[in-house]
T-cell receptor, first 114, second 115 residues
Framework: AQSVTQLDSQVPVFEEAPVELRCNYS??????LFWYVQYPNQGLQLLLK??????LVKGINGFEAEFNKSQTSFHLRKPSVHISDTAEYFC????????????FGAGTRLTVKP | GAVVSQHPSRVICKSGTSVKIECRSL??????MFWYRQFPKQSLMLMAT?????????EQGVEKDKFLINHASLTLSTLTVTSAHPEDSSFYIC???????????FGQGTRLTVV
């Protein structure tokens, strides 16, 4: 079975600074990787996904992530954060079959300070 | 992207009563839907996988008689929390996937409070 580890539970950062949220995965089969953002009392919104092809994936709101198979990582980055980026971020993995369930990391709370 | 609608967004019920939560895929057919539970400041924990027309598959430790899941059509799955207790209070989120290995589409979540 696949699993995800998010290495940082909380990441505080100042506005306009760069940020990296770390995610490592474990799987015995090929995987699809995702980053989601969750605002309080809301569902999850997809930021970006890696299915295949280019290992550098660009998503919404200026976020990007790089799939590194050798390091089994899928870290999320943004070069300059805004106050509005304050939220909970979840890395998720799904095995290579359609309709397989998605497994989530524990989440990283990103807090952007003025 | 595809839209998944979850209803209600908030519900307060008395201990011992049952609560039904609906999850609908509005513009696509979802052969599989997933139900998650999220405790405060924690991640989403998969409760069960719901396949249209068949019995749901529950994760280890999830009581299937307490959390009844019905997936009667390709656009609707329901989760019924039976004989609810305060410890069932939580945030419940559904998701649906199409037949392609793309991202899952999530409902808005339901905040259940059992008093």
């Amino acid at each position: 079975a696949q699993s995800v580890t998010q290495l940082d539970s909380q990441v505080p950062v100042f506005e306009e600074a760069p940020v990296e949220l770390r995610c490592n995965y474990s799987s015995s089969v090929s995987v699809y990787l995702f980053w989601y953002v969750q605002y309080p009392n809301q569902g999850l919104q997809l930021l970006l996904k890696y299915l295949s092809g280019s290992t550098l994936v660009k998503g919404i709101n200026g976020f990007e992530a790089e799939f590194n198979k050798s390091q089994t990582s899928f870290h999320l980055r943004k070069p300059s954060v805004h106050i509005s980026d304050t939220a909970e971020y979840f890395c998720a993995v799904s095995a290579g079959k359609a309709n397989n369930d998605m497994r989530f990391g524990a989440g990283t709370r990103l807090t952007v300070k003025p | 992207g595809a839209v998944v609608s979850q209803h209600p967004s908030r519900v307060i019920c008395k201990s011992g009563t049952s609560v039904k939560i609906e999850c609908r895929s509005l513009d696509f057919q979802a052969t599989t839907m997933f139900w998650y539970r999220q405790f405060p400041k924690q991640s989403l924990m998969l409760m069960a996988t719901s396949n249209e027309g068949s019995k749901a598959t529950y994760e280890q430790g999830v009581e299937k008689d307490k959390f009844l899941i019905n997936h009667a059509s390709l656009t609707l799955s329901t989760l019924t929390v039976t004989s609810a207790h305060p410890e069932d209070s939580s945030f419940y989120i559904c998701s649906a996937r199409t037949g392609l290995p793309t991202e899952a589409f999530f409902g808005q979540g339901t905040r259940l409070t059992v008093v």
